[in-house]
């Protein structure tokens, strides 16, 4: 069973289009993160949710809107793609008094 | 400002040595911090973690140590393998379940 799994693994898409990448996770954790690698590898925290509530928000562009449905969900919304956009997106997980974050596989964005 | 950073960028080690990756974070308030493991294209996996009450603590294969005098966090790996290949990377939490992470160190094992 796959603890944080995220979709699509992969997305190609023009400049300007919208898209969504969704986040699941059966851990029972309460705390969903999207973080966003470059491709100098560098992670870097966007978003943080605790029980659906926004908790952090790294000072992304209004373009990236993260949604919680449920405590088990975190979708990312991306409108107005542009190329510096382009980079692989992480979800992951965590108990709120615990440290330990669980990374999905990831999203590898390219905006053409 | 705050930041976490790695000294090396490349470790090149033979199999069956011993591994030394290195961290350094500039905010002395920090009380925990985690080593990640990324493979190639996988998610960051959890290897260790260390809180700062602590000095030293030992895993599998795996020790951390932190000294924080000189705020400096190392990462050893006993008789590496080549299944150890990946980016390590180092992380801070300074609460509020905020990991900040650092540059990362590519691990290559020569068989």
């Known amino acids: 069973d796959t603890a944080v799994s995220q979709t699509p693994k992969y997305l190609v898409t023009q400049m300007g289009n919208d898209k969504s990448i969704k986040c699941e996770q059966n851990?029972?954790?309460?705390?969903m993160y999207w973080y966003k690698q470059d491709s100098k590898k560098f992670l870097k925290i966007m978003f943080s949710?605790?029980?659906?509530?926004?908790?952090i928000n790294e000072t992304v562009p209004n373009r990236f809107s993260p949604k919680s449905p449920d405590k088990a969900h975190l979708n990312l919304h991306i409108n107005s793609l542009e190329l510096g956009d382009s980079a692989v997106y992480f979800c992951?997980?965590?108990?709120?008094?615990?440290?330990?974050?669980?990374f999905g596989q990831g999203t590898r964005l390219t905006v053409v | 400002g705050e930041s976490v950073g790695l000294h090396l960028p490349t470790l090149s080690v033979q199999e069956g040595d011993n591994s030394i990756i290195n961290c350094a974070y500039s905010?002395?308030?920090?009380?925990?911090f985690i080593w990640y493991k990324q493979e190639s294209g996988k998610g960051p996996q959890f290897i260790i973690d260390?809180?700062?009450?602590?000095d030293k603590r030992q895993g599998q294969r795996v020790t951390v140590l932190l000294n924080k005098t000189v705020k400096h966090l190392s990462l050893q790996i006993a008789a590496t393998q080549p299944g150890d290949s990946a980016v390590y990377f180092c992380?801070?939490?300074?609460?509020?379940?905020?990991?900040?992470f650092g540059a990362g160190t590519i691990l290559r094992v020569k068989s």
């Open positions: 992380a801070e939490n300074k609460g509020g379940n905020k990991l900040v």
């Open positions: 905010n002395s308030a920090s009380d925990y």
């Open positions: 851990l029972g954790h309460d705390t």
């Open positions: 260390i809180r700062s009450n602590m």
């Open positions: 992951a997980s965590s108990q709120p008094q615990g440290a330990e974050a669980f």
């Open positions: 949710y605790n029980n659906k509530e926004l908790i």
